[in-house]
T-cell receptor, first 114, second 109 residues
Framework: DVKVTQSSRYLVKRTGEKVFLECVQD?????MFWYRQDPGLGLRLIYF???????EKGDIPEGYSVSREKKERFSLILESASTNQTSMYLC?????????????FGPGTRLTVL | QKEVEQNSGPLSVPEGAIASLNCTYS??????FFWYRQYSGKSPELIMS????GDKEDGRFTAQLNKASQYVSLLIRDSQPSDSATYLC?????????FGDGTTLTVKP
C-alpha cells in the first residue's frame, strides 16, 4: 500500500514563527504536492515537485516555500506564519504515467496560527 | 470560470437510491479525470479514474465521461449511509490535477 505520512496531525504556532511541515512517501513517486483545504474553497495547490530539487508554483504560492532534497521527502515552509494561513494542509504524491495522475494523500496537518 | 466545477450541494438521497454527482471542465485538452471521496476529518481517497469517453463501472460506482460536452459524472447505485462524504472531482489538466470544490452527499437511512 502507498503510504504518505505527514509530520504532525495538529500544530499550533504564533504569528511570525517559521513553520515546517514535512511529508514523506514510501512508493518512489516522482511527483509530490502540497495543498491547503479551507471550507468553501476546496483544495488549492500551493507548490508541487516533479523531481528532486525541482519545484513549481501552484495556484497560491505566496507566503510559502518548499524544499525537496530527497525523492521521498517534500517540505512546506511558512517563512513567517500569519493568521490567514490557518488551514488544513494536505500532502500528496503520485507516479505520473501516460497522463494518469492518481494522487495519494497524507492524513493532513491542521495548522492553527494564533 | 473555474477549470473544474462541480454541481453545488449538498445532496441528500435516501438509502438504496441512486446518487448522481456531476462535474464540468473547461479545458478540452484535459486527459483524465478522477473521483475522490473525503470523509469528514479525513484526507481524500481515490474512488475511480476515467480516461476514455463512455462509462466505467466498479461495483456500485459508475463514472461517465463525455469529452464533447466536457462533463464527468459519478453514479452511486444502492446508496448506503457509509457513502455519506464529500466527493471531489479532479481533472488532469496542463500537467497537474485540478480539483473541484466538492459535493457533499448525505445518504439517509
Amino acid at each position: 500500500d502507498v503510504k504518505v505520512t505527514q509530520s504532525s496531525r495538529y500544530l499550533v504556532k504564533r504569528t511570525g514563527e517559521k513553520v515546517f511541515l514535512e511529508c514523506v512517501q514510501d512508493m518512489d513517486h516522482e511527483n509530490m504536492f502540497w495543498y491547503r483545504q479551507d471550507p468553501g474553497l476546496g483544495l488549492r495547490l500551493i507548490y508541487f515537485s516533479y523531481d528532486v530539487k525541482m519545484k513549481e508554483k501552484g495556484d497560491i504560492p505566496e507566503g510559502y516555500s518548499v524544499s525537496r532534497e530527497k525523492k521521498e521527502r517534500f517540505s512546506l515552509i511558512l517563512e513567517s506564519a500569519s493568521t490567514n494561513q490557518t488551514s488544513m494542509y494536505l500532502c500528496a504524491s503520485s507516479f505520473l504515467t501516460r497522463g494518469e495522475d492518481t494522487q495519494y494523500f497524507g492524513p493532513g496537518t491542521r495548522l492553527t496560527v494564533l | 470560470q473555474k477549470e473544474v466545477e462541480q454541481n453545488s450541494g449538498p445532496l441528500s438521497v435516501p438509502e438504496g437510491a441512486i446518487a448522481s454527482l456531476n462535474c464540468t471542465y473547461s479545458d478540452r485538452g484535459s486527459q483524465s479525470f478522477f473521483w475522490y471521496r473525503q470523509y469528514s476529518g479525513k484526507s481524500p481517497e481515490l474512488i475511480m479514474s476515467i480516461y476514455s469517453n463512455g462509462d466505467k463501472e466498479d461495483g456500485r460506482f459508475t463514472a461517465q465521461l463525455n469529452k464533447a460536452s466536457q462533463y464527468v459524472s459519478l453514479l452511486i447505485r444502492d446508496s448506503q449511509p457509509s457513502d455519506s462524504a464529500t466527493y471531489l472531482c479532479a481533472g488532469f489538466i496542463a500537467g497537474k490535477s485540478t480539483f473541484g470544490d466538492g459535493t457533499t452527499l448525505t445518504v439517509k437511512p
